[in-house]
């Protein structure tokens, strides 16, 4: 069974920096869009960074030129390093991927379990 492993949230002070990652764990035909998204209590989960198999890269604009998503194609793994972290940044942050998994041909959505950023003094 193929699953998204999130790691590197926790707490940090404003104008800090966190770097998430996350794995694809399992078997897999090719990962196509990978991502982040977040979600505060109350409000909609939003995209904040996506990237494309070929590398083109999607930001939201409140986080434009304050966070930076990569990814390693050899290690089915994406990052997201966030600098200048804002309290508004404040939200579970989930992880994404498009993936063509056995015995499909086409991508499917998966998502990660969630992983909480808190940015406060």
């Known amino acids: 069974q193929v699953q998204l492993v999130e790691s590197g949230g926790g707490l940090v002070q404003p104008g800090g920096s966190l770097r998430l990652s996350c794995a694809v764990s399992?078997?897999?035909?090719?990962?196509?869009?990978m991502g982040w998204y977040r979600q505060v209590p109350g409000k909609q989960r939003e995209s904040v960074a996506t990237?494309?198999?070929?590398?083109?890269?999607n930001y939201t604009d409140s986080v434009k030129a304050r966070f930076t998503i990569s990814r390693d194609n050899a290690k089915n793994t994406v990052y997201l390093e966030m600098n200048s972290l804002k309290p508004e940044d404040t939200a579970v942050y989930y992880c994404?991927?498009?993936?063509?998994?056995?015995?499909?041909?086409?991508?499917?959505?998966?998502w990660g379990q969630g992983t909480q950023v808190t940015v406060s003094s």
């Open positions: 990237i494309t198999s070929g590398g083109v890269r």
């Open positions: 399992g078997v897999i035909v090719d990962a196509e869009t």
């Open positions: 994404y991927a498009q993936l063509i998994t056995p015995p499909f041909i086409v991508a499917r959505d998966h």
